[in-house]
């Protein structure tokens, strides 16, 4: 089977950086990916790690070590709009199947 | 870039109805498509993967009897709901890859409640 550990809650104020941890233990995997969800709204692709080390995007980045299982999600910069749940995924499967974790809670305070 | 059209975004039925949820993409062909599940302050759990002119893959768990999963064409799948009830209810997504595996283009979602 598939399981991902991440933080439940994480609070920080404007400009902050953040890091959000993800463990996981999964058998065929291929890569392991970050996602936004606001509430109310559809998952929102942010990073994607195939490869050990860190992938930039702007003020989001994401770090990968396959051999500790392991990865995060850095969000710099923080601002209020930033405030969502961010989940971390593994790639599975023939089909790239996504098994998610059970989100974090992001709460950027002024 | 990719983008998957679900519909509807909210959804009211009756207990023991059914209800068809599309999922299209619009501007790419997705072989493949995924459907998920996510209930209120929980992480999003795949249903099925669904795949073009093939009978679709169920999670472990999940009863193929109640969720039929429809992918007749290559920019449409439908999910429908048989006999829907209270426990039901939930926020349904589709996904679609955009290729290898990298990066997943979601639908917005449709919101479903059985009353």
């Known amino acids: 089977g598939q399981s991902l550990e991440q933080p439940s809650e994480v609070t920080a104020v404007e400009g902050a950086i953040v890091q959000i941890n993800c463990t996981y233990q999964?058998?065929?995997?291929?890569?392991l990916s970050w996602y936004q969800q606001h509430d109310g709204g559809a998952p929102t692709f942010l990073s994607y790690?195939?490869?050990?080390g860190l992938e930039e995007t702007g003020r989001f980045s994401s770090f990968l070590s396959r051999s500790d299982s392991y990865g995060y999600l850095l969000l710099q910069e923080l601002q209020m709009k930033d405030s969502a749940s961010y989940f971390c995924?593994?790639?599975?499967?023939?089909?790239?199947?996504?098994?998610f974790g059970s989100g974090t809670q992001l709460t950027v305070l002024p | 870039g990719a983008v998957v059209s679900q519909h509807p975004s909210r959804v009211i039925c009756k207990s023991g109805t059914s209800v068809k949820i599309e999922c299209r993409s619009l501007?790419?062909?997705?072989?493949?498509m995924f459907w998920y599940r996510q209930f209120p302050k929980q992480s999003l759990m795949l249903m099925a993967t669904?795949?073009?002119?093939?009978?679709?893959?169920?999670e472990q768990g999940v009863e193929k009897d109640k969720f039929l999963i429809n992918h007749a064409s290559l920019t449409l799948s439908t999910l429908t709901v048989t006999s829907a009830h209270p426990e039901d209810s939930s926020f349904y997504i589709c996904?679609?890859?955009?290729?290898?595996?990298?990066?997943?283009?979601f639908g917005s979602g449709t919101r479903l409640t059985v009353v």
């Open positions: 996904s679609a890859s955009v290729g290898g595996g990298y990066g997943y283009t």
């Open positions: 999964t058998s065929g995997f291929y890569g």
């Open positions: 790690n195939a490869l050990d």
């Open positions: 995924a593994v790639s599975r499967g023939s089909a790239r199947q996504l098994t």
């Open positions: 501007d790419f062909q997705a072989t493949t």
């Open positions: 669904s795949n073009e002119g093939s009978k679709a893959t169920y």
